[in-house]
């Protein structure tokens, strides 16, 4: 399976630690994808011309990740400021969202970038990609979208989005078994064939036309969540997609979840900031 993530990257920044660590949600998931077995994964997206872009970029390079198709602009590269708690769960103190290089310029798609995309069997994306405009000339692959939390998305946004699915992942720590169950219905009304609800420390629930599975327990010491839902995506993708086994999916996700949750950063590579 290979997989192209496209849209969003950023540094997350950990005051304590006077650190950077790569992230962004759609370069987090192609980087766990190569991580769980995917035979190639890539990257496309805006960068900036910044320390920060220039640490992103090497660390892709560093997983195997291709990154041929970036666009390199003039300006800041995405910044989240991030604080941990006692339990080791992520706190966001800040981002420079409004005047990143990502949130002032527009990707656009050319004709190349989509010949090189079709070199993929998935494209996964997500609300933070900004490129809800792009999702139908990419509907005649698999797109796998990561909605976040419920103060994401709307039933509208839904409405928009989904009908060029084929999978939907939603974290939804903060809801009930019946709204899960009514999300379901919903997107699956719209067209989606797998979606997924992650729930913090609870195990996720899944839906594949309907039929529902659960995320065996897994247990493992916490460091740090950042990126764990984005690695439970990638390892279920990887395995998935090669195989359509739910329930064997989401005990590579959730192992996938675990490594990550015992480092630092999304997928490592801490570095002092300049």
Not at 108 to 114: A, G, V
């Given at each position: ?130 490129i809800e405009h792009e999702l139908s000339r990419l509907a005649h692959k698999p797109i796998s979208f990561d909605f976040s939390t419920t103060k994401r998305w709307n ?56 039929i529902i599975s659960s995320q065996p327990h897994m247990t493992g010491d916490v460091i740090d969540t950042m990126g764990a839902g984005d690695s439970f995506i990638g ?40």
């Amino acid at each position: 399976m290979k997989l192209i993530g496209i849209g969003d990257n950023v540094v997350d920044y950990y005051q304590d630690q006077g650190l950077m660590y790569p992230g962004g949600n759609a370069l987090n998931v192609a980087v766990a994808g190569k991580r769980n077995g995917a035979s190639a994964c890539a990257y496309l997206g805006i960068v900036g011309d910044d320390a920060e872009a220039e640490h992103v970029v090497k660390c892709m390079g560093e997983e195997g990740i291709d990154f041929s198709r970036i666009r390199r602009a003039y300006g800041l590269s995405g910044k989240a400021v991030v604080a941990l708690n006692e339990e080791g769960d992520r706190i966001f103190v800040g981002t420079n969202r409004g005047i990143r290089v990502q949130s002032l310029l527009m990707l656009k798609l050319t004709q190349d970038d989509l010949d090189y995309i079709n070199e993929y069997d998935v494209v996964h994306t997500s609300v933070n990609s900004d490129i809800e405009h792009e999702l139908s000339r990419l509907a005649h692959k698999p797109i796998s979208f990561d909605f976040s939390t419920t103060k994401r998305w709307n039933k509208a946004y839904l409405q928009l989005v989904c009908p060029y699915l084929t999978y939907a992942f939603f974290s939804g720590s903060d809801m009930s078994h019946g709204e899960i169950s009514s999300l379901f219905e919903e997107v699956h009304q719209l067209g989606v064939k797998v979606v997924g609800v992650t729930r913090g420390a609870e195990p996720a629930m899944f839906s594949k036309d309907g039929i529902i599975s659960s995320q065996p327990h897994m247990t493992g010491d916490v460091i740090d969540t950042m990126g764990a839902g984005d690695s439970f995506i990638g390892g279920f993708l990887a395995h998935y997609h090669e195989y359509r086994d739910v329930q064997a999916a989401l005990i590579q996700a959730s192992q996938s979840a675990a490594v990550t949750c015992g480092h630092y950063g999304a997928f490592g590579y801490g570095k002092k900031k300049q």
